[in-house]
Nanobody
Framework: QVQLVESGGGLVQPGGSLRLSCAAS????????MGWYRQAPEKQRELVAA???????NYADSVKGRFTISRDNAKNTVYLQMNSLKPEDTAVYYC??????????????WGQGTQVTVSS
């Protein structure tokens, strides 16, 4: 299976920046897409940004223009650059990988999560 380890979370003041990293290991072949989700207390987990193997990206409306997802294929790592952070960005951020080998061999994998807190 795929193992995902996130890092880079922390406490930052409004307007500040953080860069999250997600390193993938294990059965990393045929990962179709990777993305970042977040979950705030008493809220549903929501998609923040995603990137496909072909480089196509998708962002939540709330982060467009502020966040950028990218990946380093050589390092099997995906990043989320977060700029102009707002208190409403506070959440646990989870890395996700969707792996497709065949129609009968696929799966979604999740990291352990990293806390991002935006506060004065």
């Amino acid at each position: 299976q795929v193992q995902l380890v996130e890092s880079g979370g922390g406490l930052v003041q409004p307007g500040g920046s953080l860069r999250l990293s997600c390193a993938a290991s294990g059965s990393i072949n045929r990962i179709y897409a990777m993305g970042w989700y977040r979950q705030a207390p008493e809220k549903q987990r929501e998609l923040v940004a995603a990137i496909t193997s072909g480089g196509s990206t998708n962002y939540a409306d709330s982060v467009k223009g502020r966040f950028t997802i990218s990946r380093d294929n050589a390092k099997n790592t995906v990043y989320l650059q977060m700029n102009s952070l707002k208190p409403e960005d506070t959440a646990v951020y989870y890395c996700n990988a969707h792996r497709v080998v065949t129609t009968t061999e696929f799966g979604d994998y999740w990291g352990q999560g990293t806390q991002v807190t935006v506060s004065s």
